[in-house]
Nanobody
Framework: QVQLVESGGGLVQAGGSLRLSCAASGRTFSSYVMCWFRQAPGQERDFVAAVPWVGRTYYADSVKGRFTISRDNAKNTAYLQMNSLKPEDTAVYYC????????????WGQGTQGTVSS
């Protein structure tokens, strides 16, 4: 099982950018699909993006064209580059990992707050 630690949240004005990082411990990083979720106040936790070891990336419709998920397998780190941010992007962002052959998320990070002011 991997341990996940997010960083990079903060406060930014609308139209600005944030880059989130998710550092994973463990030797089997390549076995995991890395994902980002977010949870706004009073809302459910929603899928944002996913990146497998190899292959295509996946995005929620609400972030397509603005967010980019990536991973650096040599550094055991996943990233979420968020551009053209909107106030409705304000949320706690969570990193999660699941095995490629599983639909269950094995590990979650503690979350990092991203706040977009209007």
């Amino acid at each position: 099982q991997v341990q996940l630690v997010e960083s990079g949240g903060g406060l930014v004005q609308a139209g600005g950018s944030l880059r989130l990082s998710c550092a994973a411990s463990g030797r089997t990083f390549s076995s995991y699909v890395m994902c980002w979720f977010r949870q706004a106040p009073g809302q459910e936790r929603d899928f944002v993006a996913a990146v497998p070891w190899v292959g295509r990336t996946y995005y929620a419709d609400s972030v397509k064209g603005r967010f980019t998920i990536s991973r650096d397998n040599a550094k055991n780190t996943a990233y979420l580059q968020m551009n053209s941010l909107k106030p409705e992007d304000t949320a706690v962002y969570y990193c999660a990992a699941r095995r490629s052959a599983s639909v269950e998320y094995e590990s979650w990070g503690q979350g990092t707050q991203g706040t977009v002011s209007s």
